[in-house]
């Protein structure tokens, strides 16, 4: 064992001043496994020291919420005696050294966050962002990633629904891997992490405890730089068969009256959960590591409290209950160990093998860490775009667009995640603006999204702030739910960089300005920062995870038109082409300002479209995003292959920025009676316009052009199956 | 009926097929946990899918040894009703009780989208409220059901009218195309010689329910249900 000094602190991740910091709170030199438990409880992943000031500006209140941040996952009340149970986490860092274990981990993670809480996790998503699919790099990573979030919720049994995936150069050298699960419980039913009770047992589950993962929090800490493949050892594996025991035995503990709190072995593993319940719990904990489960002899005390091995937990028992927990886990085959005890001293004590390997006092732990207010500068507003003439006319365009990588369709990737186990899937992958699930038993069900435009973000990261928070609030509303609330999964490069910092703060604002526009506050979220390589940081990324509640299933829309019917647009569009994918891949240019979102509007379109879907008026809802309106209306057209006949843009704007531009608050509604359903935007003073009538085999525009679905279908399918087979 | 479902650690459809029983018969099914010995009393035996053990070894290896084994066994032998889909049916195979094994699927990746079936009988406990040569839509979820037998266990089952199902487009055509894991001859559900025993791939029980999408998988249920009350 090596002797501990700054030296090591630094390797550990510690500056000079965190380490002093660890020497006036200790009185003396740390202990090897000590300086271990400072490091990863004070590293940026597990601390959020460079994020925290900002989150606490984030709304988290509203009548719905049971809990924010702050607990294992967001709880927010959805009726019927029910709570949802989510959250969103990055597994970044592992995803680009290892792509397969990176994405499964990921995937398990983020499930036992919210088991660990007493939910049935019924629906897994995720936020993909990739680099340029040219590089081969790229294509292991995409491959990995894709089959490594397939092996493990397709094992573990809970439907994959949802996602997004873009591309992007910034993110060749760090892909993000963000996994979001959704679970329900009966809402008073959850279960808390802090530790109660003094003298009552302290129980380990799961899995044995290995040598994988050592550091792992550390090292998503830091940025990469050429040698970070050789930083493989410290990606954990995953195993999903365990994990599925794990949910079945954790329930049906869950189901008796023996648990005091329980929470998961994530981050930092076995010093996380310890630290944060007994902290929590205001109470101490003692820890014998002889009795900790272990997949290998000889393993030191500081690699048991710093191992990330997976699908582990830690409990505190009612001690008259023991025996019946025991049984449980005895019947699923699963280690039960005692491996410790509360005690009221405000201490962690780790023993192993008749030595003290670490004496902490619990408080300083938490409340002297470290809390940084980095220096941050405003990103410059961008130049306005001013006029840009069409090059090659619109069908081209829109064959092109629907074709390429950031807006062709995803079924190659979700086509591996099994999304109807379960039974209760009612808008699958591709099926609507937002996946649906039902609640087993009942009418009521959940809607599912995730959400950002990083471009919008770079551009302007308070506006891309604020159109991610409302397009998910938006996708809600197109399958006609009420939107509840989000996570946020905020992914950024070093926050040493006053840019990089000033994008996060900026971000935050807009974030928080729509959350309390559209009644959508943050009850859950995670913080990915030094998302950089060989000092290039990615397009900031605030990935949003949206929930909402329809009473019932059988009144949620999806995307897909069928002939007869009429297509029209509600909403304002002014052709906004700044940063738009039409200015990307057709003009070939990445400028000026994003889509202003204007909240008011949004809600009042959004409030007005949500009831006409529940109404019954509706047969088909879409938002206009990513490629704009004739994209939206490419994708309501293509998976029942109908045609449409689409009349004249209005005059005084340019056909492609009519059908290209990216202006925000748009749904295209498909209704069989459109006066009526204009008539009613009309004096709800909400614009609206008939765009065209769905029937045929082509999209034809008013001045004859026209393609057939059919080829608009083939080269929308074409990119991912020539790319990866 | 009284029908049980087994249920293996690491089995995962156990409550989708549940549903679909329940859906059928008007009660719920017995859950049999796998260290459980006797089936007395059971009309049919439903292994679901999911993944037994994980499906760390061959797909259905462990489970084909665990304890409620023999009960499965003994009552296929009396010329009991077992239906295995999934997992179920490689377990089924795993165990002796139809011929053939899963092998990975043709693309080496995991499939889940809907597929659709050809009906090859309509005569027997399963199918009797299909038509004969029906085309029926079902949720396909699986890396590993790439049907496999010698050529003179595929001859046999096909002239004994022990093939199920077959993979068929949606206009019924038997091709390639429709062929996504690459069965040998388009198969995804076979019989015991006494059709009794029915093992498939494609997940029936997940399309019981308008809501979800279609009641293509329903007569399945209605029927096996039926034939008991007969």
Redesign the interface.
């Known amino acids: 064992m090596r002797d501990v000094n700054q030296a090591l602190a630094a390797e550990f991740g510690l500056s000079a001043d965190e380490y002093q910091r660890v020497l006036d709170i200790m009185g003396r030199t740390p202990s090897f496994t000590e300086l271990g438990v400072f490091s990863v409880m004070w590293s940026e992943h597990c601390s959020y020291k460079s994020s925290r000031v900002w989150l606490k500006t984030l709304p988290t209140k509203a009548l719905w919420v049971i809990h924010g941040p702050g607990e294992n996952a967001g709880v927010v009340d959805i009726g019927d005696g029910l709570a949802a149970i989510f959250k969103m986490e990055s597994h970044n860092h592992p995803s680009f050294i290892e792509p397969y274990q990176g994405a499964a981990t990921g995937v398990g993670g983020i499930l036992r966050d919210v088991f660990t809480m007493g939910a049935r996790p019924i629906a897994n998503l995720n936020a993909l962002r990739f680099g340029d699919p040219k590089l081969p790099r790229t294509k292991r990573i995409v491959d990995g990633v894709v089959?490594g979030i397939?092996?493990y919720g397709?094992?573990?049994?809970v439907p994959t629904v949802g996602g997004e995936i873009n591309f992007h150069p910034s993110y060749n050298g760090n892909p993000l891997v963000n996994a979001m699960t959704v679970g329900v419980a009966d809402k008073d039913k959850i279960f808390l992490s802090a530790a109660a009770g003094i003298g009552n047992p302290v129980v380990y589950v799961g899995s044995k405890t290995g040598r994988d993962g050592i550091h792992g929090a550390t090292m998503a800490s830091t940025e990469f730089d050429a040698d970070s493949e050789s930083k493989r050892p410290t990606v954990q594996v995953g195993?999903?068969?365990?994990e599925?025991?794990l949910i079945e035995a954790c329930l049906e503990l869950m189901a008796t009256d023996a648990i005091v709190a329980i929470q998961d072995m994530g981050a930092a593993g076995l010093t996380s959960s310890s630290v944060e319940m007994a902290g929590k719990g205001g109470v101490g904990i003692e820890l014998n590591l002889d009795h900790v489960p272990q997949r290998e002899p000889g393993m030191t005390a500081y690699e048991m409290m710093l191992s990330e091995s997976q699908e582990r937990m830690l409990m505190v028992l009612r001690p008259d209950r023991e025996d019946v927990a025991r049984a449980i886990f005895d019947?699923?085959?699963l280690d039960f160990a005692v491996i410790g005890h509360i005690t009221d001293t405000g201490r962690i004590v780790v023993k192993h093998n008749g030595v003290i390997e670490a004496d902490i006092a619990l408080d300083p732990l938490a409340e002297q860490a470290p809390l940084y207010h980095r220096p941050t500068t405003e990103t410059p507003k961008q130049p306005e775009l001013g006029p840009v003439a069409d090059p090659i006319g619109i069908l081209p365009a829109l064959h092109k667009l629907i074709g390429c990588p950031d807006l062709c369709s995803r079924?190659w990737v979700?086509?591996?995640?099994?999304?109807?186990?379960?039974?209760?899937?009612?808008k699958?992958p591709g099926g609507a603006d937002a996946a649906v699930v039902?609640i087993?038993g009942l009418k009521r069900a959940i809607a599912l999204t995730t959400d950002v435009t990083p471009r919008y973000v770079f551009a302007d990261p308070e506006m891309g702030g604020k159109q991610a928070v409302a397009e998910a609030w938006r996708n809600l509303t197109a399958v006609g739910a009420l939107p509840l609330a989000i996570t946020d999964n905020m992914n950024f490069g070093n926050p040493t960089k006053p840019e990089i910092m000033g994008q996060f703060a900026a971000s935050i604002r807009g974030m928080a300005e729509a959350c309390v526009a559209l009644d959508f506050p943050v009850v859950s979220g995670n913080v990915s920062l030094y998302n950089e390589t060989e000092g290039r940081g990615i397009l900031p990324t605030p990935a949003i995870g949206g929930l909402g509640v329809l009473e019932d299933?059988?009144q949620a829309v999806g995307l897909a038109v069928h002939a007869g019917q009429s297509l029209v647009l509600i909403g304002g569009i002014s052709g906004h082409l700044g940063q738009s994918l039409w200015l990307r891949e057709i003009a070939g240019r990445e400028e000026g300002p994003p889509p202003p979102v204007d909240l008011a509007a949004e809600r009042r379109t959004g409030d007005f479209v949500r009831a006409q879907i529940l109404a019954g008026n509706i047969r088909a809802c879409h938002d206009v995003s990513d490629g704009g309106l004739l994209v939206a209306i490419a994708e309501m057209i293509m998976p029942d292959r109908t045609g449409v006949a689409l009349v004249d843009p209005p005059a005084g704007i340019a056909p492609h920025a009519w059908w290209f531009g990216e202006d925000q608050g748009c749904y295209v509604l498909a209704v069989h009676h459109p006066e009526a359903l204009q008539a009613a935007a009309t004096q709800a003073g909400i614009p609206s316009r008939l765009l065209g009538a769905t029937g045929g085999v082509d999209l034809t525009l008013a001045d004859g052009a026209t393609i057939s679905v059919e080829a608009l279908c083939q080269e929308h399918a074409r990119f991912f199956p020539e790319w990866m087979? | 009926m009284r029908a049980a479902i087994v249920v293996f650690?690491?089995i995962?459809?156990e409550?989708?097929m549940a549903?679909?029983l329940e859906r059928a018969t008007g009660r719920p099914p017995r859950m049999v946990?796998h260290?459980e010995t006797s089936l007395d009393g059971i009309d049919l035996v439903v292994i679901p899918?999911?993944?037994s053990?994980?499906?760390?070894l061959r797909c259905g290896a462990m489970a084909a040894r665990s304890p409620i084994m023999p009960a499965i066994h003994a009552h296929a032998a009396r010329g009991g009703h077992v239906l295995g889909v999934c997992n179920g049916f490689q377990i089924l195979t795993e165990a002796g009780l139809l011929p053939g094994a899963l092998l990975r699927n043709a693309?080496l990746?995991?499939?889940?989208?809907d597929c659709h079936l050809r009906v090859e009988r309509a005569d027997t406990d399963y199918t009797a409220q299909y038509q004969p040569r029906e085309i029926f839509r079902a949720?396909l979820?699986h890396?590993d059901g790439n049907y496999f037998a010698e050529s003179e266990t595929l001859d046999r089952l096909e002239g004994e009218g022990l093939v199920a199902f077959r993979y068929a487009t949606p206009k019924g055509e038997i091709n390639a195309h429709a062929n996504r894991n690459g069965s040998a001859r388009n198969i995804a559900g076979i019989y015991s010689p006494n059709l009794r025993v029915l093992g498939l791939m494609p997940?029936p029980?997940?399309l019981?329910?308008p809501?979800?999408?279609g009641i293509d998988g329903k007569p399945l249920f209605d029927g096996i249900t039926a034939a008991f009350a007969a």
Request: glycine share 18%; aromatic share 12%.
């Open positions: 089959r397939g092996g397709n094992c573990v049994g195993d999903p068969f365990t599925k025991l019947k699923w085959d079924a979700y086509d591996q995640y099994d999304s109807t186990v379960g039974g209760q899937t009612v699958r039902r087993d299933a059988a087979d | 650690p690491g995962n459809r409550r989708d549903i679909a946990w260290k899918g999911g993944f053990f994980g499906d760390y693309g990746r995991f499939l889940s989208m949720p979820a890396g997940h029980e997940d019981v329910d809501l979800m999408g």
